[in-house]
């Protein structure tokens, strides 16, 4: 009895055991599972916040003016021009571009540039007009030109070279997509007159940074002295120079040093001189 009671303790121990290894091996596999499942979630999470991302609209940099359109006066075989004010309205430096689907035939001044926070520019396109086909009417003919204006935050004011872009592509957000509309030129309309408006800033302000910049210092003639300080010193002393140079005269005259008024005139223009005159 005491072997057969012994036997069947430790069976019953043995069991146990086994049971308790078993549940916690199910425990283990709940347990990886669970976590292989929230491992999952997150990662789907995460796809889904970068699918969102990439689907909400990047905050604008640039304001343009007109915002969707670019008006031509409708001239078939010249080449036309229109007008974009493009500021910036963010508050770092940012570079833009322009880029069109006719290269060939179209072609934007500036083609580039960087904007202080709150700067703009008039930026004008150019583009050849063309006949129209198919026994069109002139008005009705649709441009199939489309231009595309990208914008990049760069540090600071730094020069604008067009390798920026290439540089920081995943950087790069597209403002705009602009459509070509064409304006019969004999007849007034307020996007006509707002056009003329815009080409004749955009002409000004090009020949404004043709100029070169005015130096309001004095010019240096020489190590020591500049204009304005010689100028000054002349009026300063120009009454007693005078003064003196006409004394020499009588006394000369008086002496008979000279003899002809050619002489006596060549000697008052030399003090003259001295003068600063």
Same mark, same amino acid.
């Given at each position: 009895?005491?072997?057969?009671?012994?036997?069947?303790?430790?069976?019953?121990?043995?069991?146990?055991?086994?049971?308790?290894?078993?549940?916690?091996?199910?425990?283990?596999?709940?347990?990886?599972?669970?976590?292989?499942?929230?491992?999952?979630?997150?990662?789907?999470?995460?796809?889904?916040?970068? %699918?969102? /991302? &990439?689907? %909400?609209?990047?905050?604008?940099?640039?304001?343009?003016?007109?915002?969707?359109?670019?008006?031509?006066?409708?001239?078939?075989?010249?080449?036309?021009?229109?007008?974009?004010?493009?500021?910036?309205? &963010?508050? &770092?430096?940012?570079?833009?571009?322009?880029?069109?689907?006719?290269?060939?035939?179209?072609?934007?001044?500036?083609?580039?540039? %960087?904007?202080?926070?709150?700067?703009?520019?008039?930026?004008?396109?150019?583009?050849?007009?063309?006949?129209?086909?198919?026994?069109?009417?002139?008005?009705?003919?649709?441009?199939?030109?489309?231009?595309?204006?990208?914008?990049?935050?760069?540090?600071?004011?730094?020069?604008?070279?067009?390798?920026?872009?290439?540089?920081?592509?995943?950087?790069?957000?597209?403002?705009?997509?602009?459509?070509?509309?064409?304006?019969?030129?004999? /007849?007034?309309?307020?996007?006509?007159?707002?056009?003329? /408006?815009?080409?004749?800033?955009?002409?000004?302000?090009?020949?404004? /940074?043709?100029?070169?910049?005015?130096?309001?210092?004095?010019? %240096?003639?020489?190590?020591?002295?500049?204009?304005?300080?010689?100028?000054?010193?002349?009026?300063?002393?120009?009454?007693?120079?005078?003064?003196?140079?006409?004394?020499?005269?009588?006394?000369?005259?008086?002496?008979?040093?000279?003899?002809?008024?050619?002489?006596?005139?060549?000697?008052?223009?030399?003090?003259?001189?001295?003068?600063?005159?």
């Amino acid at each position: 009895m005491p072997f057969w009671g012994g036997k069947a303790a430790s069976s019953s121990a043995m069991t146990q055991t086994l049971g308790n290894s078993y549940q916690n091996q199910r425990r283990g596999q709940v347990l990886d599972g669970s976590g292989a499942e929230s491992a999952a979630r997150r990662a789907g999470g995460a796809s889904v916040s970068s %699918i969102a /991302r &990439s689907l %909400i609209p990047h905050r604008r940099r640039l304001r343009l003016d007109p915002p969707t359109k670019l008006f031509f006066p409708y001239e078939p075989g010249k080449q036309v021009r229109s007008a974009v004010r493009i500021k910036n309205t &963010s508050k &770092s430096h940012v570079a833009f571009k322009f880029q069109t689907t006719a290269p060939k035939s179209c072609f934007m001044r500036p083609p580039g540039g %960087i904007l202080a926070p709150g700067e703009s520019i008039i930026a004008t396109v150019f583009k050849f007009v063309e006949h129209p086909e198919n026994n069109e009417r002139p008005m009705e003919q649709k441009s199939k030109v489309k231009f595309k204006i990208v914008s990049l935050k760069v540090k600071g004011p730094i020069e604008y070279v067009p390798e920026l872009f290439d540089e920081q592509k995943d950087q790069v957000a597209v403002e705009q997509i602009l459509r070509v509309v064409f304006l019969d030129a004999d /007849r007034p309309s307020p996007q006509m007159e707002k056009l003329k /408006r815009q080409l004749a800033e955009a002409e000004a302000a090009l020949e404004a /940074r043709k100029k070169p910049p005015e130096d309001a210092g004095p010019r %240096i003639i020489g190590e020591g002295l500049v204009i304005d300080e010689w100028v000054s010193l002349c009026f300063l002393y120009a009454p007693f120079f005078l003064h003196i140079s006409c004394q020499f005269y009588l006394e000369l005259a008086k002496r008979q040093a000279i003899e002809t008024f050619h002489e006596c005139f060549f000697f008052f223009v030399m003090f003259l001189r001295l003068a600063g005159f």
